[in-house]
């Protein structure tokens, strides 16, 4: 399980150093692909075989299915980490997500994203300003803290 914030860089050739807990889990090869609100994703093979499933249980005659599967599909990477722990995030991906050069590594169980610092920074204080809500949304699906 994926989990903390881990603030690093990108280099000038687009590589990243992952966190040595995050390598651990993650093994020899896994994937990243675009991910929502503005970030990248980042899955074991596991966990993208087990999105891949659910995506080709879509209805291909739906516009909006097609659309989903065409976002996270389109945008698959696989990597493998280098000697030193580093990662390439290719070029397309950098530039879905804006990353720039510091970026913010966040475990959320399942997956780990990636955020460029600022993004990520204005994101968790958007959320911070409306918990309530948050929280109120969160109750109406049956999850209670």
């Keep these: 399980m994926f989990d903390g914030e881990y603030y690093h860089t990108i280099d000038a050739k687009g590589r990243l150093i992952l966190p040595a807990r995050f390598r651990e889990e993650l093994?020899?090869?896994?994937?990243?692909?675009?991910?929502?609100?503005?970030?990248?994703f980042?899955?074991?093979?596991?966990e993208w075989n087990d999105l891949q499933e659910k995506?080709?249980?879509?209805?291909?005659?739906?516009?909006?299915?097609?659309k989903l599967t065409r976002f996270f599909s389109a945008g698959f990477s696989q990597c493998e980490p280098d000697k030193q722990g580093r990662i390439l995030v290719p070029a397309g991906l950098r530039s879905h997500a804006d990353l720039k050069k510091d970026v913010c590594m966040v475990g959320t169980?399942?997956?780990?994203?990636?955020?460029?610092k600022e993004r990520w920074e204005t994101s968790m204080s958007e959320i911070n300003d409306?918990?309530?809500?948050?929280?109120d949304g969160m109750q109406d699906m049956g999850f209670l803290i």
Aim: one cysteine or more; a neutral charge.
């Design 27 to 40: 093994g020899d090869s896994f994937v990243i692909t675009r991910g929502l609100d503005g970030c990248l």
């Design 42 to 46: 980042v899955y074991t093979k596991s």
């Design 109 to 116: 169980g399942t997956r780990i994203e990636i955020w460029d």
């Design 55 to 66: 995506l080709k249980k879509l209805p291909l005659i739906n516009k909006e299915a097609r």
């Design 130 to 135: 409306n918990m309530d809500d948050l929280l």
